[in-house]
């Protein structure tokens, strides 16, 4: 019970502050960077397809113009508009994909159930990209013996497909392509299988995230939404995507979704922010 004596221990905090905020403030950077960069990728990517656009547009109205008689080239017109028709097509596909990635920050997007066949749906997918499967000289085989019916949303699993397909065909191109369709355990199960580019090891557990896209292969154009939105897709079916890739051998993409009732699943919308 004797007093001894004291120790009085104190602490300056405020390098400890300054380095928090110096934190939170690098963060903030990091997140403005990102989105300027975004932005500028976006801005890029909806510019591209309009350069050509405009030259093929001018081009025919020149030929129209200089052509007052019957006697146009209605081949070369015919090839110019098709290109044209190409581009608009691609700049409406990246603005319904921004448009997509919206809907799901806000808790958007909403399925819209009826009973259809995944094998059928994939099959009308690789018919409808035959052409383009044969430009960039890829062999795309379909594996799917019965149909394999379930209660989802067509559109948007045509959405899903066609993702993983163009995916394939983009960063597997010249070599093979094979989906497979099939029940396992009561779960539809799809899978994109292609012999490209692969993906790094490190990129793999962030190309669902929003906006990301691998190392590897800046110079294949794209803004990183496609996979976010295939997953959002999925996981509103109440199922799972996977990747599972080896770098300059391939990657398989691996959709499985149960049979689904008729309650629609709502995504949540973001968090707000803190
Ligand atoms: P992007 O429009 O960039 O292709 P995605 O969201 O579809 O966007 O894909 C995100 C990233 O995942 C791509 O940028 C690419 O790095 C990688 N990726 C997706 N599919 C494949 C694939 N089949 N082979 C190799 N890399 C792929």
Known sequence: GKLLGFAKVTRDITQRKHTQERRELELLRDAVRARDEFLSVASHELKTPLTPLQLKLTALLRVVENNPSATLPVERIARDLEVARRQVRKLSDLIEDLLDVSRISMGQL??????????????????????????????????????????????????????????ALKYGAGKPIHLRVRLDSGLAVLSVKDEGIGIPHEDQPRVFDRFVRAVSERNYGGLGLGLFITQQIIEAHGGVVQVRSIPGEGSTFTVMVPPGSDADVTLKPDAPPE
């Open 110 to 167: 909403r399925l819209d159930r009826a009973p259809m066949d995944l094998a059928a749906l994939a099959r009308e997918v690789v018919v409808r990209y035959a052409p383009q499967s044969a430009q960039v000289g890829c062999a795309v085989t379909l594996e799917a013996a019965t149909p394999i019916e379930g209660n989802w949303d067509r559109a948007r699993l045509d959405q899903v497909v066609t993702n993983l397909l163009t995916n």
